[in-house]
């Protein structure tokens, strides 16, 4: 078979192999979406049905385009866009201002806060560095929601957003800020995107050239996307079709910026031709951390309908995910660092692990911990990998170095050399992270070679200048920490969830608001799904050594800790099916006949969609009235409400409901079936 379709499952390849036009991969985490599209891209080139040069493929963060790129190369795909949809936009609209404006080109803004400093102050307003924060974010919020100024205050009304000032102050703010821009004739980053699609909107002639030039548009992690994004997309395409996107609504984790899982849910009702194709197969993580996922996800509430998944994992079996109080912050990092020590000890490489956090401030605690246990790490989001001094250097040297003969990763090697790469690494501390980084230079000279064999000193030299472009560091081999949204699309051996308590995870703002501590859930579920086997869950008591024992763990790890709700087990995974019905939330042994009716205890939390339920009552009663029967014989309410959480896709799924024999399938199944996918947006 084509190479390009082996390892791709039977969905996988649905998606990789539908002919150009609309197509829509939801899924959840770890199932593979990142790797259909890559692979799609691949498929479409090779078949000739595209030029890799038409292709555009834009996700959010530079780290995911790094990643898509370098999974592109891998598959040999040369020449496909696969960038941020910042950097896409800023690229076209360098090249159309003198046509579309004309003049001096902008300037981008690099000291936001300072020009909202001065629009605060000239108002009379508070500048503290927090106020002025908080003042950003909602001017960016508006911005991405394609809000002006003037509709500021019943916009965030309607979205009934919780602002730091009153409305009317933030309108002038935004006023102020926008007119000190333009006078300095500087455009920020929303900015670009907006003009981008002002200059194709308006702007026949640059609309015809951009549109011979992309024909293939491919978006990953579209649940994310912003209706500025979504505007810039619209005009790529014109009154074109031929657009993937692959998402998560339950990875949504940037609502508060104006991100919304909307334009993939409704995808299929956009595109009515669209292939759409749902996986469930969890390829990343092993039963046990899946089964904790599912866990945590189907405690979500408010979730749009068809954002229910339940993921199935492929891997063989590994530990179960464990959960540790400790005293204080200090002995939790602590006893991370030791727990990180003996799996490399076992084997685990540095690089396969990672810490992840909800607040930046989180990383200093973790930093101290692995730096005193002697631990290589890097902070994600501290000081970046081509900014460092040893990095500058070796760079430096390798362009003056002249043509050297040898295979490229020795002479990689030799080069740095000269600037301090021993054959043994040096014992610790910083002489060690400088020899680490220089390591890994190497090691993309050897991924280079790999690729492209024959490559030289200068084609290295360009690759490393458009990594560091794309500030896409070379792994260095390192415990990794970071935030749970840097860690989005990524992936390790082993993850720890540190500082798990309430105010952090839920983070203190979030509390009271219902949307914005869902979005905080879905935070620990992209945390969880990072793991591909080991997953540690951990939380302090008191933030300092001896402090007062003030904290709560988090509310989301309610009904996940193995000891406080035995029969919960996540490690039930590995267990095989049990032949007595269960609680899908506990997992206790089910007794009443309505209990084994809905499938759950009637005392654990129902997650019915209400609206769903809704519509299956009228069409009940309606469905009642015409058979000449009372509403019950149709289906009692029981079996309304199981149908109503448990939302089932198919036949199999409504027959597994107790109650609903092949009878009842005959005659009601397909209404009730298209009732539920009406809800579900396909
Ligand atoms: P996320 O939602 O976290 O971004 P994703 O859906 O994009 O996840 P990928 O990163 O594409 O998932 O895949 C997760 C892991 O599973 C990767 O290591 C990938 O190589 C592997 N994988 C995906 N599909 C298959 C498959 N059919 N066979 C084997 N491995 C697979
Ligand atoms: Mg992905």
Redesign the pocket.
């Known amino acids: 078979m084509d190479a390009l379709l082996e ?3 039977p969905e ?1 390849r649905a998606a990789v192999e539908a002919p150009r036009g609309p197509v829509c ?1 939801l ?10 599209i ?1 692979h799609r891209i691949a498929h479409l080139v090779q078949r000739g049905h595209v030029a890799a040069g038409q292709v555009l493929a834009v996700t959010f963060t530079k780290r ?1 385009a790094g ?1 898509m790129r370098t999974r592109l190369r891998a598959l040999e795909v040369h020449g496909a866009q696969a960038v941020t949809f910042h950097a896409a936009a800023s690229r076209q609209l360098r090249y159309f201002w003198p046509r579309v404006i004309g003049g001096p080109r902008w300037e981008l803004v690099d000291h936001k806060i300072r020009i909202i400093g001065r629009a605060a102050t000239r108002l009379g307003l508070p500048t503290e560095a927090e106020a002025l924060r908080d003042l950003a974010s909602e001017i960016e919020w508006a911005k991405a929601s394609l809000i002006a100024p003037e509709d500021y205050p019943a916009a965030a009304a309607r979205a009934q957003r919780d602002i730091p000032a009153p409305a009317e102050q933030i309108v002038r703010v935004y006023q102020g800020y926008e007119a000190l821009k333009a006078e300095a004739q500087m455009l920020d980053f929303d900015d670009l995107l907006l003009h981008t699609a002002a200059a194709l909107e308006d702007n026949a002639e640059v609309a015809q050239e951009f549109r011979d030039r992309y024909r293939c548009f491919v978006v ?2 579209y649940q994310d996307v912003t209706p500025l994004q979504q505007r810039v997309l619209d005009a790529w395409l014109g009154d074109r079709d031929d657009l993937t996107v ?3 609504a339950n ?1 949504t984790i940037y609502s508060f910026a104006g991100a919304s899982p909307r334009p993939l849910l409704d995808f299929p009702r956009r595109f009515p031709e669209a292939v759409v194709v749902r ?1 469930e ?4 993580s092993t039963p046990q951390v899946v089964a904790l996922a599912n866990e945590v996800i189907k405690w979500a509430r408010g979730r749009p309908a068809g954002s229910r998944l339940r993921l199935v994992g ?1 891997r063989p079996e590994g530990p179960a995910p464990v959960f540790h109080e400790f005293d204080d912050e200090p002995s939790e990092a602590a006893a991370v660092a030791a727990k990180i020590k003996k799996l490399m000890d076992n084997g685990v490489a540095a690089s396969e692990i990672a810490i992840l956090y909800r607040v930046n401030a989180q990383s200093e605690a973790y930093e101290q911990a692995l730096a005193s246990f002697g631990i290589p790490y890097l902070v994600r989001g501290g000081e970046r990998f081509f900014e460092r001094a040893e990095v500058r250097q070796a760079m430096i040297a390798l362009r003056s170095a002249g043509s050297v003969e040898g295979s490229l990763p020795l002479v990689v090697r030799s080069v740095l050399a000269r600037v301090g790469l021993s054959d043994e690494p040096p014992a610790g501390g910083a002489a060690r992270e400088r020899w680490e980084s220089l390591l890994a230079l190497v090691e993309v000279a050897e991924e280079l070679e790999a690729a492209l064999p024959g490559a030289d000193l200068p084609r290295f030299c360009a690759e490393l200048d458009m990594r560091a472009e794309a500030q896409h560091p070379p792994t260095v081999e390192g415990v990794t920490l970071a935030s749970l949204h840097a860690a ?4 390790w051996d082993a993850v720890f969830l540190v500082g798990l308590v309430e105010g952090t995870l839920p983070i203190q703002y979030a509390d009271g608001d219902e949307a914005a501590v869902e979005e905080e859930r879905r935070l620990l579920y ?1 945390g969880v ?2 793991a ?1 086997e080991h997953l540690w869950l951990s939380w302090g008591l008191s933030r300092a050594a001896g402090g007062r024992k003030y904290r709560r763990r988090s509310r989301f790890l309610y009904g996940l800790l193995p000891d406080e709700h035995p029969a919960a087990r996540v490690a039930r995974a590995a267990t095989p099916k049990k032949e007595k019905p269960t609680c899908r939330v506990c997992a206790g042994v089910l007794v009443e006949a309505q209990a084994v009716k809905l499938g759950r205890c009637l005392s654990c939390p129902s997650d019915v969609d209400e609206e769903l339920l809704t519509r299956l009552r009228a069409w009940r009663s309606e469905r009642a009235r015409e058979l000449k029967v009372p509403a019950y014989v149709v289906f009692t309410d029981a079996t309304l409400v199981a149908i109503a959480e448990q939302r089932p896709m198919d036949t199999a799924g409504l027959v597994a409901i107790s109650g609903i024999g092949a009878s009842k399938l005959d005659k009601f199944g397909s209404d009730v079936l298209g009732l539920v996918r009406a809800g579900s947006g396909y």
């Open positions: 390892g791709l499952d996988q991969v899924a959840g985490a770890g199932t593979g979406k990142t790797r259909t890559t995911a990643e990953d992690e692959v998402g998560d990875q996986l197969r969890d390829y990343r492929q989005k699309g990524l992936e992209v799904t990072r591909r």
